[in-house]
């Protein structure tokens, strides 16, 4: 038995039939907090979508954005921020058996600058919620930075070398 997801917006693909469809999705408090555990963040202050689903193929085609503000932890000074957290929503889905699925027999040859091959679709139901989800995770700076912080390395005074041990070790006993 699958997990409950912790946002979900179902959308039926049949109801594509009548043409495009626009979905504004906005996650309440509860939702929001769920998802900050999830995703190993402090806080999500905010989180919106807007998609439009359309048909394409034997499947759909959904487009749009999404807009969330993260808070986070830098990583240089360990203070808290809020991080503005944009992306563009891109997913084809095509049903189980389509003739336009992807072969999983076939090597799939990785080009950056082609579209991502179409997902396959389990049912006649496309969660909306989950893939704002799951554009927002590959989004989230993983080692965050408040802005205008920069690093700068000092190396340490001590040359810490091995001939530089020797060396020590050498005088020491000299």
Known sequence: M?????W???FRMS???RGPVVVSLEADETVRAALAKHLGVRAIKSLTAEARLRPWLDGAEMGGRFEAVVEQESGIS????DQVVTGPLEVRLVP???PNAPDPEVEIELDPEAPDPPEILEGDVIDVAAYVVEHLA???DPFPRKPGETFEYKPPQDDDSPFAVLKRLKDDNG
């Open 2 to 6: 699958s997990e409950a997801p912790i």
């Open 8 to 10: 979900s917006h179902r």
């Open 15 to 17: 109801d594509l039939s």
């Open 78 to 81: 360990l203070e808290i921020f």
């Open 96 to 98: 189980a058996g389509s």
């Open 138 to 140: 590959v989004e989230i």
